[in-house]
């Protein structure tokens, strides 16, 4: 399976805080985007870094890329109740694959 | 702007029957997913259509036919449902180096 990995599993933080979550994938990429799933919904694209780009930032999103680590981050800053969700990284060789997902948990 | 409807919301089928999970996209976009969803395994693509007229195997595609009918719609075929097909199911839309647009699912039972 190419499936990637993310840790941790899930992710409990208290409202205003910063949230970090991690990828690992497995083969070489176009690019690598995050996604936002809120329970019992589809998923909703968040942020696109290409494999050429190091860092990229989007609103209170900061999303970084070590292609040498085969490895990604997505930083939530000051996170919010709202930002409570599955965030799922999926990197885009000839398909696209899906990592497992971070539960997020954002207390107010 | 209705994005990606897929049809039904739920569905529970005894193990044999068969059914077809819809999908329609109103982005005029070229290219087609489905995927399913089990817990703690991400999504997993089934089947795609780059184009209006061809499809592809993904990663899971035992006991699972599509049709592309036309540009707005994939259609998702169980012919005998099994419980190890118990999932949620995603179809999902894009164009060309441009994200995932994705419905809300159907979350389906097989007993």
């Known amino acids: 399976s190419q499936q990637g990995e993310e840790d941790p599993q899930a992710l409990s933080i208290q409202e205003g805080e910063n949230a970090t979550m991690n990828c690992s994938y497995k083969t070489s990429i176009n690019n690598l985007q995050w996604y936002r799933q809120n329970s019992g919904r589809g998923l909703v694209h968040l942020i696109l870094i290409r494999s050429n780009e190091r860092e990229k930032h989007s609103g209170r999103l900061r999303v970084t890329l070590d292609t040498s680590k085969k490895s990604s981050s997505l930083l939530i800053t000051a996170s919010r109740a709202a930002d409570t969700a599955s965030y799922f990284c999926v990197y885009a060789g000839n398909q696209f694959y899906f990592g497992t997902g971070t539960s997020l948990t954002v207390i107010p | 702007n209705a994005g990606v409807t897929q049809t039904p919301k739920f569905q529970v089928l005894k193990t044999g029957q068969s059914m077809t999970l819809q999908c329609a996209q109103d982005?005029?976009?070229?290219?087609m997913y489905w995927y399913r969803q089990d817990p703690g395994m991400g999504l997993r693509l089934i089947y795609y259509s780059a184009s209006e007229g061809t499809t592809d195997k993904g990663e899971v595609p035992n006991g699972y036919n599509v049709s592309r009918l036309n540009k707005r719609e994939f259609s998702l075929r169980l012919e005998s449902a099994a419980p190890s097909q118990t999932s949620v199911y995603f179809c999902a839309s894009r164009e060309v180096r441009s994200p995932l647009h994705f419905g809300n699912g159907t979350r389906l039972t097989v007993t």
């Open positions: 982005m005029n976009h070229n290219s």
